[in-house]
Structures are given as C-alpha cells and as structure tokens.
C-alpha cells in the first residue's frame, strides 16, 4: 500500500513539473527569455490589448503576426516621433502603404500610446 502511494504521489509530483516547466512557472530567479522589457510591461499590455500581435512578430511580446511587418526588423529605424505616427496617422507612411486600422489614436488613451511606444522603443 505504502509503496502504490509512493508510487502516486511520485508520478504526481513528476507530471507537476513537467506541466510547469510547460507552462513557463518559475522560482523568481531567471528572468524569462521573452515578454516585456523590465518596466515596461503596461506597454506590453497595450500592444496585446490593441491585438498588435495579432499581425506583428515581436519578440519581447511573444507574437509571431505575419500580416504587418516583422517588429524585430523594422524597429531599429524608428524615433519615437516616427512611430507615433506610424501608429496614429497610418496615411504618414512614407512608403505610402501601411494597413494599420485608422482609429488607434481614438482607442487609446495618451497614457496608452506612451507606454506602448516606450515599449516598442525599449524591444528594439
């Protein structure tokens, strides 16, 4: 009896770890590998909010969008003015085509654009 509950609890504790190895629980003492750069997760949380990912990669929110450019490449280019833009005035585009919707600027705050842009800026 003692050996079938050993046995149990055993298998138990091994399918505990592997789920949480799975689902990415950790002790506190490494920092992930991917999310939002620290101290700036209120940006982050706006770009999922916003279902940037939806069609951007970025690699500091763990989205892999294929129908906007890839975040990882493009960033590097961008001052915080230019993507202000970018995100508000889609017909700035220089390129002349950016399929961002048109009404980001009305469905965020200020504050929102702040922190998503600080984010952005932070990722690259």
């Known amino acids: 009896m003692r050996e079938a509950l050993a046995a149990g609890l055993g298998a138990a504790a091994l ?6 190895l799975g689902v990415g629980i950790r002790d506190g003492s490494a920092a992930p590998t ?4 620290t101290g700036h997760e209120p940006g ?10 939806s069609c ?5 929110a ?4 294929s ?5 990882d490449e493009r ?18 585009d220089a390129d002349g085509f950016n399929m961002m919707p048109t009404d980001f600027g009305s469905r965020m705050s200020a ?5 998503l842009v600080r984010f952005l800026l932070a990722a690259r």
């Not at 763990?62 to 969008?65: L, M």
């Open 15 to 20: 399918a505990f770890a592997a789920v949480a």
């Open 34 to 37: 991917t999310g939002a750069p």
């Open 44 to 53: 982050r949380a706006v770009f999922v909010r916003m279902g940037c990912g």
């Open 56 to 60: 951007h990669t970025l690699e500091a």
């Open 62 to 65: 763990g989205s892999a969008g």
């Open 67 to 71: 129908i906007g450019p890839n975040l």
């Open 75 to 92: 960033l590097g280019g961008h001052t915080r003015a230019s993507l202000i833009a970018q995100i508000t005035d889609p017909s700035s």
């Open 111 to 115: 504050g929102e654009l702040d922190s």
